[in-house]
């Protein structure tokens, strides 16, 4: 592949990112292009997940278009997209945890808890269950960051957390009549409050224990 080749993949991954901005029906048409080509496709999507972190958007976006050039093979592309483009803001918040936790005491106080929850369920456990919950991906990655967790649970939980959605993602692309209506949900109540259920059960201990083990919690109490 060269050089004219990524560029050009580059470009047109963020003229559907401007097209998406304004209207998914707008982006169908650079979608169908690209889809022709699964190589062109391929680096366009790539290109989509290396930036998707800085203009926080959700995820399950990439997971969408995976399935609607790759119809249902798009789930393990999915699933390796939507696992490294949390890798970005996990590493910053990972790298810089040291100076957060000195500026904020909010962040402090996340940091320590979330420290203690991986201590007690794993940081395996507690990312894979923090995935499953319907709250912003990015925010999971930060928080793991800031929290201590290794490189490899934290890998391996966001996988585990986030292929669900990624199925919901791809079900949602393969589907063009529902990208033409503008429709992105990726998924109906019931998905949510499944998963949701299943975050819960995994980290409703350990999460209790955390929170027993917080020497603030004494504090508070002690002050109302």
């Given amino acids: 592949m060269n050089r004219r080749s990524v560029l050009g993949g580059v470009a ?4 559907v990112v401007l097209a998406l901005a304004a209207s998914p029906t707008a982006a169908l048409g650079a979608l169908e292009w690209l889809a022709a080509d699964p190589l062109r496709f391929g680096v366009a999507l790539v290109a989509l997940a290396a930036i998707r972190p800085f203009l926080a958007w959700p995820t399950t976006l990439l997971a969408v278009v995976a399935g609607f050039g790759y119809g249902w093979a798009g789930v ?32 402090e106080r996340v940091s320590a808890t979330g420290s203690r929850l991986v201590a007690d369920a794993g940081g395996l456990r507690a990312v894979a269950g923090s995935r499953f919950l319907p709250v912003p991906a990015d925010a999971v990655s ?4 800031v929290s201590g967790v290794a490189p490899r649970p934290f890998l391996a939980g966001t996988a585990i957390g986030e292929l669900p959605w990624v199925v ?12 033409a209506s503008d429709e992105l949900t990726v998924a109906d109540p019931a998905l ?20 027993r083990t917080d020497p603030t919690v004494g504090d508070d109490a002690s002050g109302t």
């Fill in 12 to 15: 047109v991954a963020a003229a």
């Fill in 76 to 107: 393990p592309v999915g699933a390796v997209l939507l696992t490294a483009t949390a890798v970005p803001p996990y590493w910053l918040a990972r790298a810089g945890r040291a100076r957060l936790v000195n500026d904020s005491r909010t962040v």
């Fill in 142 to 145: 930060v928080t793991a960051g």
């Fill in 168 to 179: 919901a993602g791809v079900a949602a692309g393969v589907s063009a009549d529902r990208l």
């Fill in 192 to 211: 949510f409050v499944a998963l949701g259920v299943a975050g819960v059960l995994l980290l409703a201990r350990p999460l209790y224990r955390a929170w």
